[in-house]
């Protein structure tokens, strides 16, 4: 169902979109995560405040199958740190990810192109047996070593976020978004490539729903998984701060499946395959996006990020 639901949104927002040349859409490095600090329990519980009581982390690294001349190597790595928890009810918790991209131009196929990078303070609160995350992220984008074409593109685009984290009773996680961005920078060179595509400038906010689950094969240490996700941003007519939300003038979206094999351990070891589309991948100065496969290894801390 949930697979369903995300490929019409793609259908209807993404491929005719982009064909008009007018959509964007940007690329969040937590869009196939799920992160709850409040998903594991302390060893020995809190009646109180507890000062730094966990950390979280993820690394990941796989080729794209299909790659273009954006992509052909991703790595990706993301880690919280826990500030404080109280009565295994309330935490707030700061998060830092990258996502590195390499094109395939040199003799070795991995050229640095492009560094996502984000940073949020995640304030979350159990409610009866669900979560809700509020938080703000600062999120960029900036280009390696890539002037030497002429052609540069800079995002920062940052804003404040809240979640739904609902385990349901089928054992699947399910995750509403939704976020309202405060700052908005799409910085091209050179500025005649301003006028091209849909302007990260003109981002309103976006409504997004992340799934996940995972089936144990004979035990607890070896199963099957899949995640998933879904996002619809929306766009303004005008770029400045006070006078955006006059009306929304369009709206794009991207989309997200990774499926595999995990290990279990002290760690999580996860193998996938992974499908995205995107309208615009956020890397060239001209917008231009499209669907790409990869393969992806990764590990992870379990309970915490799904």
Not at 8 to 37: H, Y
Not at 254 to 271: D, H, I, K, P, Q
Not at 288 to 293: I, K
């Amino acid at each position: 169902m949930v697979l369903r639901v995300l490929m019409g949104v793609w259908l209807l927002t993404g491929p005719v979109g982009n064909a008009a040349g007018r959509l964007a859409a940007q690329r969040l490095i937590d869009r196939l995560l799920i992160l709850n600090p409040l998903g594991s329990a302390l060893e020995n519980g809190t009646n109180g405040w507890t000062w730094m009581p966990s950390l979280a982390a993820r690394a990941g690294f796989g080729p794209y199958l299909n790659g273009d001349t954006d992509h052909a190597w991703q790595q990706t790595v993301t880690v919280g740190a826990e500030l404080f928890r109280v009565r295994e009810t309330h935490s707030l918790m700061f998060v830092s990810g990258l996502e590195f991209i390499a094109d395939p131009h040199n003799d070795i196929r991995f050229n640095p192109r492009a560094i996502f990078w984000d940073e949020a303070f995640l304030w979350t609160f159990r409610w009866a047996e669900r979560f809700v995350q509020i938080g703000y992220y600062h999120r960029c984008k900036h280009d390696v070593d890539n002037l030497s074409e002429r052609e540069q593109r800079a995002l920062i685009y940052g804003g404040l976020s809240t979640r739904l984290i609902w385990p349901t009773a089928s054992g699947v996680l399910i995750s509403p978004r939704i976020e309202v961005y405060t700052i908005r920078q799409d910085e091209r060179i050179p500025s005649a490539l301003d006028s091209i595509g849909r302007s990260m400038e003109q981002l309103l906010g976006s409504v997004g729903m992340n799934a996940h689950v995972k089936r144990p094969l004979g035990g607890r240490r070896l199963g099957l998984f899949a995640s998933g996700y879904g996002l619809v941003n929306f766009f303004g007519h005008r770029r400045g701060f006070v006078n955006r939300f006059d009306r929304v003038a369009g709206a794009a979206a991207s989309v997200g499946l990774t499926a595999g094999l995990y290990f279990v351990g002290r760690a999580e070891l996860r193998t996938a395959f992974q499908f995205e589309y995107w309208p615009d991948s956020g890397i060239p100065a001209r917008p231009s996006g499209g669907s790409l496969f990869s393969l992806t290894v990764s590990a992870h801390t379990p309970e915490v990020i799904r």
